[in-house]
């Protein structure tokens, strides 16, 4: 399991590139037996993107895609986003960093935005968890197979770093792609955890 390195957002912030990866970890009760019936320690997967000077959080949620300044999302859930620096997780591979091309990936996931979210998809992704449909059916590897329906989170992801020219799950289809497989891709590797800025002490003495 890896070491976490807690880094305040101000000081990672221009160590972010767009295109890199951002999980999540699960926060309240419901999101932890999300992850375990998952066999994760994420729920969520999103990209990072600059945008005119700014960085944002471009994902898909259960409203629908959209894109968030990354500051106030850190601020909503401190400690629980974990930023994966696409590339840095190749050896051998090391020609595939050199083709992907973030702003193509970024502009990609920027193109889910507004569309809903991809429940149906998500549905299909669950059902290879149960213990009886694991053997009986075989994972899909189609990517091409992926555009009938919108897209759940990591299934976005994982269609926008492809449309960059690198596919980050080879040996699985987009629509069945969890945020487990993200992180566990030789494309990606672990950097930091995003923590937000240390409020200051107010001075309790009045003179």
């Not at 840095?88 to 193509?104: I, Q």
Request: glycine share 8%; hydrophobic share 45%.
């Amino acid at each position: 399991m890896k070491e976490i390195l807690p880094v305040s957002y101000s000081d990672a912030r221009r160590k972010i590139r767009g295109g890199d990866l951002l999980l999540f970890r699960p926060r309240g009760f419901i999101s932890q037996a999300i992850a375990v019936a998952g066999r994760s320690e994420y729920t969520h997967a999103a990209m990072a993107g600059w945008w005119n000077g700014r960085l944002m959080c471009v994902e898909m949620c259960a409203r629908g895609g959209r894109a968030r300044l990354l500051s106030n999302v850190v601020r909503r859930s401190p400690g629980t986003i974990d930023v994966y620096q696409a590339g840095s997780g190749l050896n051998a591979a090391a020609g595939a960093a050199r083709s992907f091309s973030r702003r193509t990936a970024v502009r990609a996931m920027i193109d889910i935005t507004g569309r809903r979210y991809g429940w149906f998809n998500l549905f299909r992704a669950a059902l290879l968890h149960l213990p009886l449909l694991r053997f009986l059916v075989q994972p899909e590897l189609n990517d091409a197979a992926d555009d009938a329906w919108p897209p759940f989170c990591s299934q976005a992801v994982a269609a926008a770093t492809r449309a960059g020219g690198v596919d980050p799950v080879p040996n699985l289809a987009d629509r069945l792609t969890e945020p487990a497989d993200l992180a566990r891709s030789a494309f990606y590797a672990y950097q930091f955890t995003l923590i937000p800025e240390k409020e200051p002490c107010e001075n309790s003495s009045s003179n």
